[in-house]
């Protein structure tokens, strides 16, 4: 009887949870590129064997099983078609491809998006990022933190990436009181919890770190291998420079101030207006009992501009306040092509695989 009951309810449970291979990935491995046709063999290849090894798999449950998300930022060599060759051979390959360059934040926001498996991990193309770091960063992810990012402790590039990377770093810590040495490293890991959240865009790839404790989740960092770069040279320009400084100043009013605006240009607004008013006061009492005149003295203007520099500071903040919780989200990338993305993961980007 019991039998009997169990074969009549068994169809209405697959029913009503259906199952779903998108969620029984264990590792999704995110590899945003750009023009990187030589050294993508050697990656991949290190990246199956770093999967493969036990000290890893014994990381997690059984079955483990992982996935690698190769995100073309828009190359003009044939590195999608070298991936393409390889996918009938290695069936974990996935590759979405962009029409164009949109840069890492926007490659890295689509691995996000189609990253299935319950832990992820992004590193560069490059080979410069040590594969088999992969496990001890997990490792270290267990013990109860949402992110770990690797520190290149030991760089192997040349001062003219150092003494900027420093810099940057330095100011980053200054600023935001976060103590990590490596903001920028490309090897990190998350939870998936930490990639659902995250809304990146411009350079804020940067920056990741920052917004995620801002998030509330919990953050640390391991020291990592860091290689010579063996083909090509870097894809980043003097220009990054001041993008990152745009950027920088965007992430910290986002951290401090995105969900209360009025309290920046509220403040910046009612100080303004003050001291336009005390300037115009003092120029009125002037006038009224010293009848010194008012038309040839610049301090007036001053006060005027000052009083409408205020207003407009506390318009903004009210305007900001509005618009807070209702700011539109779409995506910053055109997808050309997908290949060998589960059903789920292609309908992310609006097409079937």
């Known amino acids: 009887m019991a039998l009997a009951r169990f074969l009549l309810t068994f169809p209405l449970s697959i029913i009503r949870y259906p199952l779903s291979f998108d969620h029984l990935t264990s590792l999704s491995v995110i590899v945003p590129l750009f023009n990187e046709r030589e050294s993508l063999p050697d990656l991949i290849g290190q990246l199956y064997l770093a999967m493969g090894e036990n000290e890893l798999r014994q990381l997690f449950p059984e079955p483990f099983s992982f996935e690698i998300i190769l995100v073309d930022d828009g190359s003009t060599d044939d590195s999608c078609a070298l991936i393409g060759r390889m996918v009938p051979s290695k069936q974990e390959l996935r590759l979405i491809s962009f029409q164009r360059n949109f840069g890492k934040t926007a490659a890295l926001s689509a691995g996000f998006m189609a990253a299935a498996g319950d832990y992820v991990c992004t590193i560069d193309a490059d080979l410069q990022d040590d594969p088999f770091a992969i496990k001890e960063m997990i490792k270290k992810l267990q013990e109860g ?36 040495h490596d903001f920028n490293c490309g090897l990190k890991v998350y939870r998936k919890e930490v990639t659902r959240r995250l809304e990146l865009h411009g350079d804020m790839h940067r920056y990741i770190p920052v917004l995620a404790e801002w998030m509330g989740f919990r953050i640390t960092e391991l020291p990592v291998n860091h290689r010579a770069r063996q083909f090509g040279s870097t894809k980043y320009g003097s220009s990054r420079f001041l993008s990152g400084l745009f950027d920088f100043l965007s992430v910290l009013f986002i951290t401090r101030y995105l969900r209360r605006p009025m309290h920046f240009f509220g403040m910046a607004g009612l100080s303004s207006f003050l001291l336009g008013f005390v300037i115009s006061l003092y120029v009125t009492l002037d006038k009224v009992l010293l009848h010194k005149p008012v038309s040839n003295r610049p301090i007036l203007f001053l006060g005027i501009l000052l009083l409408i520099l205020g207003v407009q500071l506390f318009s903004t903040g009210l305007l900001g306040e509005m618009l807070s919780t209702s700011s539109a989200k779409g995506s910053t990338f055109t997808v050309r092509e997908t290949l060998n993305l589960t059903d789920g993961q292609a309908k992310k980007f609006g097409s079937a695989d």
């Open 145 to 180: 933190y949402d992110l770990v990012s690797g520190w290149k402790q030991q760089r192997k590039d040349p001062l003219t990436k150092i003494l900027p990377s420093k810099l940057f770093n330095a100011v980053t810590r200054l600023f935001t009181g976060i103590t990590i």
